[in-house]
């Protein structure tokens, strides 16, 4: 067994839907104060919190990688310095304290598989390893838990998916739809039998380092490969977050909400990844209905709708003036001004890398393409654009190049402005869904190449800021 294609994102939270969160978010408020409604502001806690997860193809587990456990591993670390040290034999020396490292999390939580029992009350174990892999999620996220007002956080998220399909299997759902067979004309990659399995995934436990013997700091790895037979001596992999019919847990202590919240970043990109990556500068990721309420884990009639600013100069624009059907109906400018795809004269093309709609919507306004109906749960919305003078305005890359490789920068973006500009599919005549996203991603997606392709990258001082003041409920 071999793999053929695989997607490295590094995802920063994962708190599903955000129901629970919900009640925090509201409408028109009026504020001058922002706070971060993360974890880690600026990634600067001296302590570790990152999780890794990994899917597959439609972002379930489907099986689990011979003796590699359920895909969700986590290492949760806390310095603990003190200058009262006389029995801290394995600590280094910094100004006069010494410190150690309290794992949080160890071996036996991480190889967790599906039908173990979990250590402590309240996790409920499944032999079915996609509800297993979940439970196992928050299992760890309560070890790793950070008690904060308003709300605990846990980790930052890694993820990794495996972009491949095999479509011999039923194993993922069309549109959220259970199907006996999957028929369709759509091409994915797949070597053969197995080609949707999960990776195997190793572990450099945080360990204490130091720079030049004075500051102390924690250091670990995880790396792994979607090759079953792959020989692991080097690798690296960082993943991804999106479409998730689960609830999970993250960095964030609040969910953002358009049109009030920004996402400040330092992205350095060493390699891109080849033509054929989408580097994202962010895929941000929601969840509503086509009527726009909540999803509430229906996956028939839940859609996840994401927007991703793709900064690979190779990525060319699908939708054009000769090509409608990869645009959204409309866009909207800077200043709140409609303008019809088919309005040749003034729609921003270049600044739309494609637009494809639900699989299970009703009154879709031709011509239009559907998004993939098998790499969600249940169906998914896709609005792809590319740097552009009309998302500069929201501090977003102006023109091709700008953020990519040799340009590493600190972005300070307005993702809650640029995001409540976007069109999303709903039914004629219902109420525009409130746009809360329970995920913020860096990262890219490979497709698929005649060669192998490596992506490296960065990211430090992550942040977002929403506004302090949450009014009561409209
Ligand atoms: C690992 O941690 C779990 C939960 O804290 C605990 O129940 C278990 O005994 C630990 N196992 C080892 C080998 O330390
Ligand atoms: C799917 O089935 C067809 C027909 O039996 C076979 O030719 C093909 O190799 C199979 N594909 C995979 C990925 O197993
Ligand atoms: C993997 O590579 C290491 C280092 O090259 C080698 O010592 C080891 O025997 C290899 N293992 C397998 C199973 O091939
Ligand atoms: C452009 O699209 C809009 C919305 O679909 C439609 O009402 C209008 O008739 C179209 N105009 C032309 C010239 O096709």
């Known amino acids: 067994m071999g793999f053929s294609c695989w997607f490295l994102v590094l995802g920063l939270l994962q708190q599903f839907f955000g129901l629970n969160c919900a009640q925090l978010l509201m409408h028109g408020e009026s504020t001058t104060n922002y706070v971060s409604a993360i974890g880690d502001p600026g990634m600067e806690n001296p302590n570790v919190r990152v999780a890794l997860e990994a899917w597959n193809f439609c972002n379930e587990v489907g099986f689990?990688?011979?003796?590699?456990?359920?895909?969700?591993?986590?290492?949760?670390?806390?310095?603990?310095?003190?200058?009262?040290?006389?029995?801290?034999?394995?600590?280094?020396?910094?100004?006069?304290?010494?410190?150690?490292?309290?794992?949080?999390?160890?071996?036996?939580?991480n190889s967790l598989r599906a039908g173990d029992k979990f250590p402590i009350m309240g996790f409920e174990s499944y032999t079915d390893p996609d509800l297993f892999a979940k439970e196992k999620e928050l299992y760890l996220g309560s070890l790793c838990e950070v008690p904060e007002s308003p709300n605990p956080w846990q980790f930052w998220m890694i993820m990794v998916k495996n972009g491949n399909f095999d479509k011999n299997t039923t194993l993922c759902p069309e549109n959220g739809q259970k199907v006996s067979k999957i028929v369709t004309d759509r091409n994915f990659p797949c070597f053969g039998e197995g080609c949707m399995n999960q990776p195997l995934v190793y572990h450099k436990y945080s360990i204490l380092d130091s720079f030049d013997g004075q500051k102390v700091y924690l250091t670990g790895e995880?790396?792994?490969?979607?090759?079953?037979?792959?020989?692991?001596?080097?690798?690296?992999?960082?993943?991804?977050?999106?479409?998730?019919?689960?609830?999970?847990?993250?960095?964030?202590?609040?969910?953002?909400?358009?049109?009030?919240?920004?996402?400040?970043?330092?992205?350095?990109?060493?390699?891109?990844?080849?033509?054929?990556?989408?580097?994202?500068?962010?895929?941000?990721?929601s969840c509503w209905k086509n009527n726009g309420?909540?999803?509430?884990?229906?996956?028939?009639?839940?859609?996840?709708?994401?927007?991703?600013?793709?900064?690979?100069?190779?990525?060319?624009?699908?939708?054009?003036?000769?090509?409608?059907?990869?645009?959204?109906p409309y866009h909207i400018s800077p200043t709140g001004k409609m303008i019809y795809r088919n309005e040749t004269a003034q729609f921003p093309y270049s600044a739309y890398h494609l637009y494809c709609s639900p699989g299970n919507a009703k009154y879709l306004e031709e011509p239009y393409d559907i998004c993939d109906p098998y790499s969600n749960p249940q169906s998914q919305e896709l609005v792809q654009i590319l740097p552009h003078p009309e998302w500069a305005v929201h501090g977003y890359p102006e023109k091709q190049g700008d953020g990519w490789i040799g340009d590493s920068r600190t972005w300070e973006l307005d993702v809650g402005a640029l995001s409540s500009r976007l069109y999303f599919y709903q039914d004629p005549g219902t109420k525009p869904a409130r746009r809360i996203w329970s995920s913020l991603n860096v990262g890219t997606e490979i497709y698929v190449s005649p060669t192998g392709e490596t992506a490296e990258w960065t990211v430090s001082d992550f942040d977002v800021v929403v506004p302090e003041v949450m009014k009561t409920k409209p």
């Open 64 to 109: 689990e990688a011979p003796n590699m456990g359920s895909p969700r591993w986590a290492d949760c670390a806390d310095l603990d310095c003190s200058s009262n040290t006389g029995h801290l034999g394995d600590g280094l020396v910094n100004d006069g304290r010494q410190c150690r490292v309290l794992h949080q999390v160890n071996d036996s939580d």
């Open 222 to 285: 995880f790396y792994g490969t979607y090759d079953l037979d792959a020989n692991l001596s080097e690798d690296a992999t960082d993943g991804f977050n999106g479409g998730y019919h689960y609830n999970g847990r993250g960095i964030m202590k609040k969910l953002p909400e358009s049109p009030n919240f920004l996402v400040r970043l330092t992205l350095d990109i060493k390699l891109g990844g080849g033509p054929n990556s989408q580097f994202y500068l962010l895929d941000i990721g």
């Open 293 to 328: 309420e909540p999803c509430d884990g229906d996956v028939l009639t839940d859609v996840t709708r994401y927007s991703e600013m793709i900064i690979n100069p190779a990525t060319t624009s699908w939708c054009r003036a000769d090509n409608l059907v990869f645009c959204p």
